[in-house]
């Protein structure tokens, strides 16, 4: 069981003499409700929400600053943080508007911080909604926000092996964007191990190699934030 925000990855119970609760199931079934209603409200309004997912530092600000200067249709973010600021104001430097949720102890973002946070950033219709969720490749991946798109971001950096560590994570995603290839004549990376331990648990989800610094491979991904299907 998760020591902060109480989820776990499987049944947790707590057991007296006579009673036997189901902890994760009805904490998930409520968050399930609430984001059935967040998806009805985005795809009413035209709105296409991605929940973006990583470990800490592996550049998922960066890759928005310059994907939100790129596109030709409005964006809106809601950045998650347990603390500061200091990511949405990047986002607000470059224009977009951002809504900062800070978690405190919490290590994701649920459908009702979401539901909050919508209805204060309103954003316009037809526009693209960026969720960059707590840095976490654990409990983010166990709660739907209603999000049409789950797209996980990992850095050559952090090594090959993170799909088999942590399956649910790269299981649940529509989209892995290996960042920071240009370090790769640097880092002992495996892309061909990557991708065969990511075929393992996902055998269907796009995989683009991308440098949010650099640019490679970013026009494939801005291709993909277009797609006509993105609702």
């Given at each position: 069981?998760c020591?902060?925000?109480?989820?776990?990855?499987?049944?947790?119970?707590?057991?007296?003499?006579?009673?036997?609760?189901?902890?994760?199931?009805?904490?998930?079934?409520?968050?399930?409700?609430?984001?059935t209603?967040n998806?009805?409200?985005?795809?009413?309004?035209?709105?296409?929400?991605?929940?973006?997912?990583s470990?800490?530092?592996?550049?998922?600000?960066?890759?928005?600053e310059?994907?939100?200067?790129a596109?030709?249709?409005?964006?809106?973010?809601?950045?998650?943080?347990?603390?500061?600021?200091?990511?949405?104001?990047?986002?607000?430097?470059?224009?977009?508007?951002?809504?900062?949720?800070?978690?405190?102890?919490?290590?994701?973002?649920?459908?009702?911080m979401?539901?909050?946070?919508?209805?204060?950033?309103?954003?316009?219709?037809?526009?693209?909604?960026?969720?960059?969720?707590?840095?976490?490749?654990?409990?983010p991946?166990?709660?739907d926000?209603?999000?049409?798109?789950?797209?996980?971001?990992?850095?050559?950096?952090?090594?090959?092996?993170?799909?088999?560590?942590?399956p649910?994570?790269?299981?649940?995603?529509?989209?892995?964007?290996?960042?920071?290839?240009?370090?790769?004549?640097?880092?002992?990376?495996?892309?061909s191990?990557?991708?065969?331990d990511?075929?393992?648990?996902?055998?269907?989800?796009?995989?683009?190699?991308?440098?949010?610094?650099?640019?490679?491979?970013?026009?494939?991904?801005?291709?993909?934030?277009?797609?006509p299907?993105?609702?």
């Open positions: 069981m020591d902060t925000c109480g989820c776990s990855d499987g049944d947790v119970r707590i057991t007296d003499e006579a009673h036997t609760v189901v902890l994760e199931q009805d904490i998930l079934a409520k968050n399930d409700e609430l984001a209603h998806r009805a409200h985005f795809r009413a309004s035209g709105v296409f929400a991605i929940n973006l997912m470990s800490p530092g592996a550049g998922k600000t960066t890759l928005l310059r994907t939100i200067q596109l030709d249709t409005p964006c809106a973010v809601v950045e998650g943080d347990q603390e500061t600021l200091l990511d949405a104001e990047r986002i607000k430097a470059t224009g977009a508007p951002v809504v900062q949720i800070n978690t405190g102890a919490g290590c994701h973002l649920d459908a009702s979401l539901h909050r946070a919508v209805h204060s950033l309103a954003p316009a219709e037809g526009s693209t909604l960026f969720i960059e969720n707590v840095g976490n490749l654990v409990c991946a166990l709660f926000l209603g999000e049409a798109a789950r797209v996980v971001i990992l850095s050559v950096t952090e090594g090959p092996g993170k799909p088999l560590k942590y649910h994570m790269f299981a649940a995603t529509d989209l892995v964007l290996l960042n920071k290839v240009d370090l790769l004549p640097y880092v002992d990376f495996d892309v191990e990557f991708e065969r990511f075929r393992r648990v996902n055998p269907s989800a796009a995989l683009l190699p991308v440098s949010a610094t650099r640019g490679d491979g970013l026009t494939e991904w801005y291709n993909w934030l277009r797609r299907d993105r609702n």
